[in-house]
């Protein structure tokens, strides 16, 4: 069966905004060593625990949805979600739906 949502998570973005650096190889298993990391160009952190509790609650709530019966036919709707994350413990929820 294919899962209602699946998740996409990976990569870290520096939370300073003048700052770009980005790691777009760490995966989302590697998270939780990255928390309260320097980032290397700036020294801001990379992930706060606020922001790295959050995904684990955007991950339980997929596993949740995950666990619901499978959508009737009329109701696969499909949608990209994006989260971004700010350092500050709030998630930014974005909904794109999009055709087959
Ligand atoms: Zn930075």
């Given at each position: 069966m294919e899962n209602g949502i699946t998740t996409v998570i990976s990569g870290l973005k520096c939370d300073n905004l003048s700052c770009d650096y980005q790691d777009d190889s760490i995966k989302l298993e590697q998270y939780e060593s990255y928390i309260n990391e320097p980032c290397p160009?700036?020294?801001?952190?990379?992930?706060t625990k606020e922001d790295y509790i959050q995904v684990q609650k955007i991950l339980s709530l997929v596993d949740l949805v995950n666990a619901l019966p499978d959508p009737t036919e009329e109701s696969k709707e499909k949608a990209k979600i994006s989260f971004e994350l700010n350092g500050a413990g709030t998630v930014n929820m974005k909904v794109e739906k999009y055709e087959d």
């Amino acid at each position: 069966m294919e899962n209602g949502i699946t998740t996409v998570i990976s990569g870290l973005k520096c939370d300073n905004l003048s700052c770009d650096y980005q790691d777009d190889s760490i995966k989302l298993e590697q998270y939780e060593s990255y928390i309260n990391e320097p980032c290397p160009k700036c020294g801001s952190p990379l992930l706060t625990k606020e922001d790295y509790i959050q995904v684990q609650k955007i991950l339980s709530l997929v596993d949740l949805v995950n666990a619901l019966p499978d959508p009737t036919e009329e109701s696969k709707e499909k949608a990209k979600i994006s989260f971004e994350l700010n350092g500050a413990g709030t998630v930014n929820m974005k909904v794109e739906k999009y055709e087959d």
